[in-house]
């Protein structure tokens, strides 16, 4: 008996071909698109899974002590470890990871030449950190290799750049400026691509002074805090004890340095500390920031696992809706059957298997669509999708199960529906012209145009959206602008660096200044007033502002020849508004610093607010201070402003200015770049929309090309009839067009409240000052664009039909 069902199904197939190849291909796009993201999500859900006893650690965040929105962060001060493992029985191990920054790397080789590399991903930890993550080694000791001071772990990629292919185990390389002596004690093996940082150098915890000097500290907010519970420890009861932790063991730090923390608080609203289970630091980070590494979003998760779901309902309806359409052929045939005696679960078991063959082969062409899809998507988008995410088992079983799912549900109401109709009302022809028009199908066929207009408008937004990030003032000109990085690996003779690339043809202008892509906040009051504020800080001198062309507003900025300048500072908007000032009485007010004793600060200038942050972030106030001041801040970079078209070469005579004072590589970077790096996850979220919407419409404008030929093949008769008495081709072609035209304007009615309400939510995230208003022309767009899509695709179909002989039609009658 089943034997028969698949040879009725494949003779129905092939005689059916061109409706079946469409109903396969366009299948076939809906579940490879459905896997490809089912891989994603994988690899995203699986970040950190593979550690030891991962469900008992813990990463520590916090309140955000220096972000005056609030919110949480994952940094800690270092002295936060001692008060756990003191404090709370159920913490079985503590352990911290340091950030010190790029380093400079050094290894003298046998035959005496020097290898300098400049290394980004370098990290401090305390001896336990390789019981704590399952990093392997394939050279050392996981238990002992950052025990003492001096050692250092290399990444398999870090030990190939310095020692190519010799063993790297105690071998000794030179850290920093100060050329600081370390012992390769270990070497780990290709680190996982599931984990939420990666390092190429973990060096012992004090083999960095800084860890020492600040141990006592709760506000050095300069490393990450992980702990390790005991088998069976209550961690919700464990998080709600840390509530009050800060009160008790941060008060140490506070009469340290002389402040009052109870105010401290108070103008925070609370300090507290909270459990973010590891496993959930990738996703979650968007909240709490990832130290450690690139931060990622639940929500995007969310958001392609809705799209896969609806692209793949979209494949199924014109499943449905091709199904249903040629079912005054098929209805012909149940007839017929059932005349004959056959029993309608042997029919609907017929339909059934049909589906299911067709669903098969959808799968087979899927896993093909899925592995392009994904060749695509990772250059195109900058997203990992490694085959390797898929379990194997799992994979297997999605893969044969799916197809029977899939054709089951998309053949179930073909298949009863066509099996319900009575023999002699399908035999006399009644039931004909009710096939031509189908409210259902209109429907369906409404909900695919909705979910491409859906997306469409989301991409149109986020493409919008992203414009404006870059085309927005940020208060300074941000193009034709270079940073060379660690310039302070050159030493005492950084002035001398900056005033020769400066007279060198093309560059209009140079700074030495910190980083100042990266924050650096710390405490200040105003003097007369105990309120502590949280302000980033950037040490410049007397050329920055006219590198970077900030706008002054009032006052002056620092110059060269007045010594007072070093106990000055220059602010910006914010700042003012945030310390109490107008723009012009702050110029001769005060700042104290409450780090330590560097004495009041007179401000002698404003300047506009800059952006230094990405714009999706509130405005941080920033304090500029003399570039010779004693505030922390030892990193330095220069700002190289030029006008010449000859890049390359501008960049070559750095380059060589640099080598005459140094043996370490130059470093460096275009502004304008690195800006666009800020926005990422928006560029991504913009690629992944245009490749989705791409395919919806390709599988909607596909059932849709299906569905008005097999309309023309229906309609030929009246085709004819209508031009025998005298119905014009442009008169028959809009009557083809007319209805899906009607149902493409319902799908935008229906749609845009959709996708202004979730585009509204997405920029809602957003500072109001820096988003864009959504548009109706958006609305307007989407809906242009789908409807010539459309027009064009079933153009011909209409056209072809609109042109046929009358009299070979009517003949046929």
């Given at each position: 008996?089943?034997?028969?069902?698949?040879?009725?199904?494949?003779?129905?197939?092939?005689?059916?071909?061109?409706?079946?190849?469409?109903?396969?291909?366009?299948?076939?796009?809906?579940?490879?698109?459905?896997?490809?993201?089912?891989?994603?999500?994988?690899?995203?859900?699986?970040?950190?899974?593979?550690h030891?006893?991962?469900?008992?650690?813990?990463?520590?965040?916090?309140?955000?002590?220096?972000?005056?929105?609030?919110?949480?962060?994952?940094?800690?001060?270092?002295?936060?470890?001692?008060?756990?493992?003191?404090?709370?029985?159920?913490?079985?191990?503590?352990?911290?990871?340091?950030t010190?920054?790029?380093?400079?790397?050094r290894?003298?080789?046998?035959?005496?030449?020097?290898?300098?590399?400049?290394?980004?991903?370098f990290?401090?930890?305390?001896?336990?950190?390789?019981?704590?993550?399952?990093?392997?080694?394939?050279?050392?000791?996981?238990?002992?290799?950052l025990?003492?001071?001096?050692?250092?772990?290399?990444?398999?990629?870090a030990?190939?750049?310095?020692?190519?292919?010799?063993?790297?185990?105690?071998?000794?390389?030179?850290?920093?400026?100060?050329?600081?002596?370390?012992?390769?004690?270990?070497?780990?093996e290709?680190?996982?691509?599931?984990?939420?940082?990666?390092?190429?150098?973990?060096?012992?915890?004090?083999?960095?002074?800084?860890?020492?000097?600040?141990?006592?500290?709760?506000?050095?907010?300069?490393?990450?805090?992980?702990?390790?519970?005991?088998?069976?420890?209550?961690?919700?009861?464990?998080?709600?004890?840390?509530?009050?932790?800060?009160?008790?063991?941060?008060?140490?730090?506070?009469?340290?340095?002389?402040?009052?923390?109870?105010?401290?608080?108070?103008?925070?609203?609370?300090?507290?500390?909270?459990l973010?289970?590891?496993?959930?630091?990738?996703?979650?980070?968007?909240?709490?920031?990832n130290?450690?590494?690139?931060?990622?979003?639940?929500?995007?998760?969310?958001?392609?696992?809705?799209?896969?779901?609806?692209?793949?309902?979209?494949?199924?309806?014109?499943?449905?809706?091709?199904?249903?359409?040629?079912?005054?052929?098929?209805?012909?045939?149940?007839?017929?059957?059932?005349t004959?005696?056959?029993?309608?679960?042997?029919?609907?078991?017929?339909?059934?298997?049909?589906?299911?063959?067709?669903?098969?082969?959808?799968?087979?062409?899927?896993?093909?669509?899925?592995?392009?899809l994904?060749?695509?998507?990772?250059?195109?988008?900058?997203?990992?999708?490694?085959?390797?995410?898929?379990?194997?088992?799992?994979?297997?079983?999605?893969?044969?199960?799916?197809?029977?799912?899939?054709?089951?549900?998309?053949?179930?109401?073909?298949?009863?529906?066509?099996?319900?109709?009575?023999?002699?009302?399908?035999?006399?022809?009644?039931?004909?012209?009710g096939?031509?028009?189908?409210?259902f199908?209109?429907?369906?066929?409404?909900?695919q145009?909705?979910?491409?207009?859906?997306l469409?408008?989301?991409?149109?937004?986020?493409?919008?959206?992203?414009?404006?990030?870059?085309?927005?003032?940020?208060?300074?000109?941000?193009?034709?602008?270079?940073?060379?990085?660690?310039?302070?690996?050159?030493?005492?003779?950084?002035?001398?660096?900056?005033?020769?690339?400066?007279?060198?043809?093309?560059?209009?202008?140079?700074?030495?200044?910190?980083?100042?892509?990266?924050?650096?906040?710390?405490?200040?009051?105003?003097?007369?007033?105990?309120?502590?504020?949280?302000?980033?800080?950037?040490?410049?001198?007397?050329?920055?502002?006219?590198?970077?062309?900030?706008?002054?507003?009032?006052?002056?900025?620092f110059?060269?020849?007045?010594?007072?300048?070093?106990?000055?500072?220059?602010?910006t908007?914010?700042?003012?508004?945030?310390?109490?000032?107008?723009?012009?009485?702050?110029?001769?007010?005060?700042?104290?610093?409450?780090?330590?004793?560097?004495?009041?600060?007179?401000?002698?200038?404003?300047?506009?607010?800059?952006?230094?942050?990405?714009?999706?972030?509130?405005?941080?106030?920033?304090?500029?201070?003399?570039?010779?001041?004693?505030?922390?801040?030892?990193?330095?970079?220069a700002?190289?402003?030029?006008?010449?078209?000859?890049?390359?070469?501008?960049?070559?005579?750095?380059?060589?200015?640099?080598?005459?004072?140094?043996?370490?590589?130059?470093?460096f970077?275009?502004?304008?770049?690195?800006?666009?790096?800020?926005?990422?996850?928006?560029?991504?979220?913009?690629?992944?929309?245009?490749?989705?919407?791409?395919?919806?419409?390709?599988?909607?404008?596909m059932?849709?090309?299906?569905l008005?030929?097999?309309?023309?093949?229906?309609?030929?008769?009246?085709?004819?009839?209508?031009?025998?008495?005298?119905?014009?081709?442009?008169?028959?072609?809009?009557?083809?067009?007319?209805?899906?035209?009607?149902?493409?304007?319902?799908?935008?009615?229906?749609?845009?409240?959709?996708?202004?309400?979730?585009?509204?939510?997405?920029?809602?995230?957003?500072?109001?000052?820096?988003?864009?208003?959504?548009?109706?022309?958006?609305?307007?767009?989407?809906?242009?664009?789908?409807?010539?899509?459309?027009?064009?695709?079933?153009?011909?179909?209409?056209?072809?039909?609109?042109?046929?002989?009358?009299?070979?039609?009517?003949?046929?009658?």
């Amino acid at each position: 008996m089943l034997q028969n069902y698949f040879k009725t199904a494949l003779r129905t197939i092939l005689r059916e071909r061109y409706y079946a190849l469409i109903k396969v291909i366009g299948l076939a796009l809906g579940l490879g698109t459905t896997m490809v993201i089912f891989v994603y999500v994988s690899h995203e859900v699986s970040f950190d899974n593979y550690h030891r006893n991962v469900d008992r650690m813990y990463c520590i965040v916090q309140t955000n002590l220096w972000d005056p929105a609030g919110g949480l962060f994952n940094s800690t001060g270092p002295a936060v470890a001692f008060g756990l493992i003191n404090e709370y029985p159920e913490i079985e191990a503590v352990m911290r990871i340091n950030t010190p920054g790029a380093q400079l790397v050094r290894y003298t080789k046998p035959d005496g030449d020097i290898i300098a590399i400049n290394e980004e991903r370098f990290f401090a930890a305390d001896s336990n950190f390789f019981s704590f993550f399952d990093y392997k080694l394939k050279e050392g000791d996981p238990q002992t290799a950052l025990k003492g001071i001096g050692k250092v772990v290399l990444s398999d990629k870090a030990a190939i750049r310095l020692f190519g292919d010799q063993p790297a185990l105690g071998k000794i390389i030179l850290v920093g400026n100060d050329r600081t002596a370390v012992e390769v004690t270990g070497v780990t093996e290709t680190q996982p691509t599931n984990t939420h940082f990666h390092f190429d150098y973990m060096i012992s915890m004090y083999t960095n002074p800084n860890i020492k000097e600040f141990d006592w500290s709760w506000i050095w907010t300069q490393v990450v805090t992980y702990v390790k519970l005991r088998p069976g420890a209550d961690a919700v009861a464990l998080d709600m004890k840390l509530k009050t932790f800060a009160d008790r063991y941060a008060l140490a730090t506070f009469k340290k340095l002389h402040m009052d923390y109870n105010s401290f608080v108070r103008e925070r609203g609370e300090w507290k500390l909270y459990l973010q289970p590891v496993k959930d630091i990738h996703l979650q980070s968007y909240k709490t920031g990832n130290r450690l590494g690139p931060e990622g979003d639940i929500r995007y998760v969310y958001v392609f696992s809705a799209i896969g779901i609806f692209i793949l309902l979209i494949a199924i309806i014109n499943f449905v809706n091709l199904s249903t359409a040629r079912a005054a052929k098929r209805a012909k045939e149940v007839g017929v059957k059932k005349t004959l005696g056959v029993l309608r679960k042997s029919l609907v078991m017929q339909f059934q298997v049909e589906h299911i063959m067709m669903t098969f082969v959808a799968m087979l062409l899927g896993l093909g669509v899925m592995e392009i899809l994904r060749l695509i998507i990772q250059p195109v988008v900058g997203i990992e999708i490694p085959i390797s995410a898929m379990n194997g088992a799992l994979s297997v079983a999605l893969i044969l199960i799916t197809p029977v799912l899939v054709g089951f549900f998309a053949g179930l109401y073909p298949a009863f529906y066509l099996t319900s109709f009575q023999p002699a009302q399908v035999l006399k022809g009644r039931l004909s012209s009710g096939f031509k028009k189908s409210t259902f199908r209109n429907t369906l066929v409404v909900f695919q145009f909705s979910i491409s207009i859906v997306l469409m408008v989301a991409t149109l937004v986020v493409f919008q959206q992203l414009k404006f990030y870059q085309t927005k003032d940020i208060g300074f000109d941000r193009e034709n602008l270079i940073v060379i990085n660690h310039v302070d690996k050159i030493g005492q003779q950084l002035e001398s660096f900056r005033e020769e690339i400066s007279q060198i043809p093309g560059v209009t202008s140079a700074s030495l200044s910190m980083d100042i892509r990266e924050g650096f906040e710390d405490m200040f009051m105003r003097e007369g007033d105990d309120t502590k504020h949280s302000i980033s800080i950037i040490k410049v001198e007397e050329h920055f502002f006219e590198t970077t062309k900030m706008k002054l507003l009032s006052g002056r900025v620092f110059e060269k020849n007045r010594p007072s300048d070093l106990n000055a500072v220059v602010l910006t908007e914010t700042t003012c508004r945030l310390l109490g000032w107008t723009i012009e009485e702050a110029i001769g007010k005060r700042v104290i610093y409450i780090g330590d004793d560097l004495g009041p600060q007179e401000v002698i200038g404003v300047v506009k607010d800059v952006h230094l942050q990405p714009l999706r972030n509130t405005i941080f106030p920033f304090m500029f201070f003399n570039i010779q001041s004693n505030i922390n801040g030892p990193d330095r970079i220069a700002l190289v402003r030029y006008n010449t078209e000859e890049v390359s070469e501008l960049t070559n005579k750095l380059e060589a200015k640099w080598k005459q004072l140094s043996d370490s590589p130059m470093s460096f970077s275009f502004y304008d770049e690195q800006l666009k790096q800020q926005y990422v996850p928006e560029r991504r979220l913009g690629a992944m929309f245009i490749i989705f919407t791409g395919l919806s419409i390709t599988i909607a404008v596909m059932g849709l090309v299906g569905l008005v030929s097999y309309s023309a093949e229906q309609r030929k008769k009246e085709i004819g009839i209508r031009k025998v008495f005298g119905a014009s081709l442009p008169g028959i072609y809009l009557m083809f067009n007319k209805e899906y035209i009607r149902l493409i304007i319902i799908a935008l009615f229906t749609a845009a409240p959709t996708s202004w309400y979730l585009m509204q939510q997405w920029l809602s995230a957003i500072p109001e000052h820096n988003r864009i208003t959504i548009s109706p022309l958006i609305f307007v767009s989407a809906f242009i664009a789908e409807l010539i899509l459309a027009v064009i695709c079933v153009g011909y179909l209409a056209i072809r039909a609109a042109s046929l002989n009358p009299v070979e039609v009517l003949k046929e009658e």
